[in-house]
């Protein structure tokens, strides 16, 4: 039982140190579909890896509806379920003649394989809710399906009928929350044949498991065309395939230990892990065949797990077939072991559980120990280690997350989430917008406000210490944006503060991060620093050059303490004009003032045919020109012919997308820059179509400001 209950808490820590508002991996294309121009109905039922998963999108919506979609809900969604499963689990092994003694082994011996941290990733990333959903549902309707037969039909035929429609619901939301879900409709029907319920309730049951599936494929158009594979070549890749995947909750837990022993098992791991599943499936065969000859005395609850324990077979089988491309390795990552845990923990309980006689006392005791043993590897020897990794990952993935509220891109630093940066695009401008996911918290809105409205800055001395060491371009044409370092400590608390703020020299908040990294050579200077994650990095808007200060928020979440300051260099991304393709249809230039069809006396024309927009500002005066709608398709560049006056200082550019107010895009012309290059915009491949529009400014910073721009043009390759 302790290790049942060590096993359940560190997986809850493990599951909130881990999270994070920012979606991860699959969730991506989720919120892609979910913003994509398709119907509700659509968006429920578009398959997912050659899934239907309308119920995790359910979900998902109900996340966003109720829990600014922070993922909170469908994490605690996912340890509700697993739990369920357990109580399950006992509910089904144990029997009223079982002593206090055994329950608790039971119970114990169930927490410890269903929590073990081998699945770990299923406890921790939001979309895994899917993984552990079809589980507890194809489990749950198996049980109410046992719990039917324990009514008399004809003395409670009302408490059997709603157990049969609590059976029948969920083994729709199975079906509902992935292909393998399936597989329950068949077993349905053997059991309720081996429980000898009425033919009426086999007849519903059987025309379901009929009808279920031909819905399931009905219009069921993959993305790749399905091909027949070659059965006596690919057989031996299958059942290898099937038996690693049932022997993978093993798998992680031998290296782990094996490694500490000074043995590198890890070119056998594949071998191992499909040597445990042929174990496992030997052990299924006798447990199977002994029931069998014990038909009439079988307990409901045992028959019911041997249906389960087939149920896990069968959806390793129908994974071999589904992942048949892939390598053999996959079948031992972390989100596939839950199955595997399910099922060892079925064999475990069908043994334990089972009715001791004076003959076979001594081995039913080795066998509680061995299984004792078992939820040792499995829940116990990786749990802490797991704990702290999921501690580590939340803390890399903070600097994508303060990336993504600042508006800083980076599509390296991006990627580390999702392997497309450009699909990320569309999420993240729907989350800023809507206050959702990581922007759920007030203060992400405030980039762009004056410093003062929200905190107080406070004159050094102070108790915060640091320095901001360094600060370069990252110069992309999409939202250009810088990196900085530096570091961070708090005196009084005795720790690094929960954040550092950036202001401009106008003191306008440019952006946020926090401490994540270590700092050696300062905590070598200062062994008095106990935290060693002291170091930060930001990512912050760039495009302008400008003069920038970072703050340390003190305790109170209201006072900044300075801790240095920095000059960030601007980008300007330009095309050569040689570059310059056909000219971007349906623009329109709208401008407040004093712009002109013709460029300065003896200013030359580009080396293109353009038509030609021009301003001759002087010092005293500013001027805005608007240049749209422009049409920007997904992984497409196009560029604006620019030429300026050889002193002009103040020409600022910017890309916005209407519909959202956002500036996808600024730069300042450098001073002298009079040939007429292209300065660049790309649409990141992944991203929606864009419509844009250009603003060109003159702030008058100049004496001899001028700026001549020329109609949108496509850049060729």
């Known amino acids: 039982m302790l290790i049942g209950l060590f096993s359940l808490s560190t997986m809850i820590a493990a599951g909130y140190l881990d999270h994070t508002r920012v979606p991860r991996q699959d969730s991506w294309d989720l919120w892609f579909l979910r913003l994509s121009p398709m119907d509700f109905w659509t968006f429920l039922f578009t398959l997912h890896n050659g899934h239907r998963i309308p119920i995790p999108r359910l979900l998902y919506l109900a996340d966003e509806k109720f829990f600014h979609a922070e993922a909170w809900a469908l994490v605690w969604c996912t340890f509700l379920s697993q739990f369920a499963t357990c109580v399950i689990f006992y509910r089904l092994a144990r029997s009223k003649n079982s002593t206090l003694a055994l329950r608790i082994t039971i119970f114990g011996l169930t927490l410890a394989f269903l929590f073990g941290a081998p699945q770990w990733i299923n406890f921790t990333s939001s979309l895994q809710v899917c993984f552990m959903f079809v589980y507890v549902t194809s489990i749950g309707a198996l049980a109410a ?251 890399y993935i903070r600097d994508e997350e303060y990336a993504m509220i600042n508006g800083a891109y980076d599509p390296n630093l991006w990627q580390r989430l999702y392997y497309s940066a450009g699909r990320m695009i569309p999420s993240i401008s729907y989350f800023r917008k809507n206050h959702l996911a990581m922007f759920s918290r007030n203060w992400t809105q405030w980039v762009g406000d004056p410093a003062t409205q929200h905190f107080r800055i406070v004159p050094k001395p102070c108790d915060c210490v640091g320095a901001w060491e360094s600060g370069s371009s990252l110069a992309y044409s999409f939202r250009p944006s810088t990196i900085s370092q530096g570091w961070a400590y708090d005196q009084h608390l005795k720790r690094a503060p929960k954040m550092i703020v950036f202001t401009d020299d106008e003191l306008r908040i440019l952006g946020f991060t926090t401490c994540t990294l270590g700092n050696a050579n300062v905590t070598a200077q200062h062994p008095e620093f106990p935290d060693v994650f002291i170091g930060w990095v930001a990512y912050l808007p760039g495009g302008v050059a400008k003069d920038a200060t970072a703050y340390a928020v003190l305790e109170d979440g209201k006072s900044l303490c300075p801790l240095g300051s920095m000059h960030l260099p601007g980008a300007y991304a330009t095309a050569p004009a040689s570059k310059a393709g056909s000219e971007v249809a349906g623009v329109v230039a709208k401008t407040d003032q004093g712009w002109a069809m013709s460029p300065p006396l003896g200013f030359g024309n580009p080396p293109y045919a353009t038509p030609i927009l021009s301003s001759y500002q002087l010092r005293s005066s500013t001027g805005e020109l608007r240049l749209g709608p422009v049409k920007v398709s997904s992984g497409s560049s196009i560029g604006l012919p620019v030429a300026i006056g050889p002193g002009a200082k103040g020409i600022r550019l910017s890309v916005v997308n209407p519909a959202l107010k956002e500036v996808l895009s600024v730069a300042e012309v450098p001073a002298g820059s009079t040939a007429w290059d292209l300065w660049r915009f790309d649409n990141p491949p992944g991203d929606f179509d864009l419509t844009i529009e250009y603003v060109i400014q003159d702030t008058g910073k100049g004496p001899n400001d001028w700026v001549v721009v020329g109609m949108p043009r496509t850049i060729k390759p």
């Open 145 to 395: 399906l046992t719990k039917c037969a324990g009514h008399s039909w004809l003395e409670h035929p009302w408490n059997s009928g709603l157990w049969l429609m609590a059976a029948i619901v969920m083994a729709l939301l199975a079906v509902g929350t992935s292909a393998t879900g399936v597989l329950v409709w068949p077993l349905l029907v053997l059991l309720a044949c081996f429980l000898r319920l009425p033919k009426a309730v086999i007849g519903v049951l059987l025309g379901l498991m009929i009808t279920v599936p031909l819905a399931y494929l009905h219009n069921y158009r993959p993305i790749k065309p399905a091909v027949a594979p070659d059965l006596i070549s690919t057989t031996p890749d299958l059942v290898a395939f099937a038996l690693a995947y049932l022997g993978s909750a093993f798998n992680e837990p031998l290296m782990y230990f094996t490694n500490a022993m000074g043995i590198n098992w890890n070119p056998y791991q594949v071998a191992l892990a499909v040597l445990a599943g042929a174990v496992g499936i030997i052990w299924f065969f006798h447990i199977l065949l002994t029931t069998l000859g014990e038909a009439h005395t079988v307990s409901r609850g045992r028959l019911t797990l041997l249906h389960i324990a087939a149920f896990l077979v069968g959806s390793a089988a129908l994974s071999s077939v589904g992942r048949l491309q892939y390598s053999i390795i996959t079948a031992l990552t972390s989100r596939y072991t839950t199955p595997s845990v399910l099922f060892w923990c079925c064999l475990f309980l069908l043994t334990v559980s089972r009715p001791v006689v004076n003959d076979n006392k001594r081995s039913h005791y080795r066998l509680r120990i061995a299984a004792l043993c078992a939820a040792v590897l499995v829940g116990g020897l990786i749990q802490l280690p797991k704990v702290a990794y999921a501690f580590g990952t939340e803390r």
